[in-house]
């Protein structure tokens, strides 16, 4: 697992594959390329290996049999370099022995990153509101004992946007301190419907305090 920093919140994403520079992780939702961002892998020794890395490339999700993500490349100090390099290291020598470190059927990312935003929705005539959206679902705030599995059509609303008709599917129940509610996935999805909800997240995901670095900068190492 490896925490990135984005929007001033944690983001948890998968590596793909670890480097003693750097590594690649997997998300939909990909920085721009040159992009400096700051890192972190908690180690299976416990030490917690942070830096900040420059996106050193980029693939977009639906690049044919490709794993969407970034490769990134340490820039500047590594806290607990020893750590990372020692793992590095031991995994180099698992494969020179043959013994796989991780299946291709792994979980490659969460279907999506989800962006914290406040709409209002009404799902089957009773009228809630959203904790986070995402591409290809959301969580909305509720009482409701909907059961998982469950179909339902919903409306969404926002400000300055035409209402968006789509119809989703219960995936989990979610019973958090501060969050009770259901996590529901898109279906059916036309392409006109996602485009409509693109726009919503378009401003949200925007990188506006985004950090660039020359991919020549002395602190990439």
């Known amino acids: 697992m490896a925490r990135v920093v984005r929007r001033g919140a944690n983001v948890e994403l998968m590596t793909n594959d670890v480097s003693f520079r750097g590594a690649f992780l997997r998300t939909d939702a990909p920085p721009a390329l040159r992009q400096l961002v700051k890192v972190a892998f908690l180690m299976p020794g416990g030490e917690l290996v942070s830096a900040h890395a420059m996106v050193v490339h980029v693939v977009p999700p ?3 049999q490709a794993v969407p993500g970034i490769g990134v490349q340490f820039w500047g100090p590594v806290q607990e370099s020893k750590a990372w390099e020692k793992y590095v290291y031991e995994l180099k020598v698992r494969e020179r022995a ?33 904790r986070d959206v995402s591409e290809t679902g959301m969580a909305i705030r509720s009482e409701s004992a909907m059961p998982v599995g469950t179909r339902a059509h919903m409306q969404v609303h926002a400000n300055g946007h035409p209402s968006i ?3 989703v599917i219960v995936r989990r129940r979610i019973e958090e301190p501060d969050f009770k509610g259901l996590g ?25 305090d985004a950090i660039f670095i020359d991919s020549d900068d002395p602190g990439l190492h």
């Open 62 to 64: 639906g690049t044919g």
């Open 98 to 130: 043959g013994i796989a470190s991780s299946r291709a059927t792994d979980k490659v990312r969460r279907s999506s990153e989800r962006f914290k935003l406040a709409l209002e929705v009404i799902v089957d005539g009773r009228r809630l509101s959203t």
């Open 165 to 167: 008709a789509l119809d």
């Open 184 to 208: 529901v996935e898109f279906v059916d999805l036309k392409p006109e419907t996602h485009a409509s909800l693109m726009a919503l997240l378009k401003p949200i995901a925007a990188e506006a």
